[in-house]
């Protein structure tokens, strides 16, 4: 995606914390998605940032500032199921999507 | 979950066919999305519909053309199949809270469909 930043894959240890940075274009920013796709289905929401700060919607955070072009989803308590390629998505006057940044978990 | 259908599910056609794919809604959202998903390239906006007969062009629209004749259908064309169009193809749809001169909406996620795996030989 242009001008979006975040890592190719990351991996992690089952109960464990990971942090998946994003880093994007600050001109004409409105709003950072954070989606989840599993192999072989759809992307899913996960959370939407709009203002400066942290928010929390239970094992996942979000957090985002605008004067830095940067934004990292926090994910707690890790599960296998928490295997899945997570995708940042910046929004302006439309919507773009990063490359997504895959994550394994090692039990 | 939102009810979008993408159909046909998988297909595969040859070089040169014309190929159209369907995405139904029954959310009566007012925004429709076409993307293409390829490895090393992410999500990429195809075209969007910001409302019937009323429809807009992405990142990545050469080649395909798109039709909204009515608020639940969304149609990809891809008038002139080539190898380099074979994808997974998801439409996605987004309810409005603000009209932007009918641009994007806002503070609104995309609900997206289970997508078309689209072979092309």
């Known amino acids: 995606g242009q001008n979006i930043d975040q890592p190719t894959e990351m991996t992690a240890t089952e109960g464990a914390i990971v942090q998946i940075n994003c880093t994007y274009q600050t001109s004409g920013f409105n709003g950072l998605f954070w989606y989840q796709q599993h192999a072989g289905e759809a992307p899913t929401f996960l959370s939407y940032?709009?203002?400066?700060g942290l928010e929390e919607k239970g094992r996942f955070s979000s957090f985002l500032s605008r004067s830095k072009g940067y934004s990292y989803l926090l994910l707690k308590e890790l599960q296998m199921k928490d295997s899945a390629s997570y995708l940042c998505?910046?929004?302006?006057?439309?919507?773009?999507f990063g490359k997504g940044t895959r994550l394994h978990i090692l039990p | 979950d939102a009810g979008i259908t993408q159909s046909p599910r998988h297909k595969v056609t040859e070089t040169g066919t014309p190929v159209t794919l369907r995405c139904h809604q029954t959310?009566?959202?007012?925004?429709m999305y076409w993307y293409r998903q390829d490895p090393g390239h992410g999500l990429r906006l195809i075209h969007y519909s910001y409302g019937v007969k009323d429809t807009d062009k992405g990142e990545v629209s050469d080649g395909y053309s798109v039709s909204r004749s009515k608020t639940e259908d969304f149609l990809l064309t891809l008038e002139s199949a080539t190898s380099s169009q074979t994808s997974v193809y998801f439409c996605?749809?987004?309810?409005?809270?603000?009209?932007?001169?009918?641009?994007?909406?806002?503070?609104?996620?995309?609900?997206f469909g289970d997508g078309t795996r689209l072979s092309i030989l």
């Open positions: 959310e009566n959202h007012r925004y």
């Open positions: 940032n709009v203002l400066d």
């Open positions: 998505a910046r929004e302006d006057d439309k919507i773009i």
């Open positions: 996605a749809i987004s309810e409005s809270t603000r009209d932007r001169g009918g641009r994007w909406p806002v503070n609104q996620p995309q609900h």
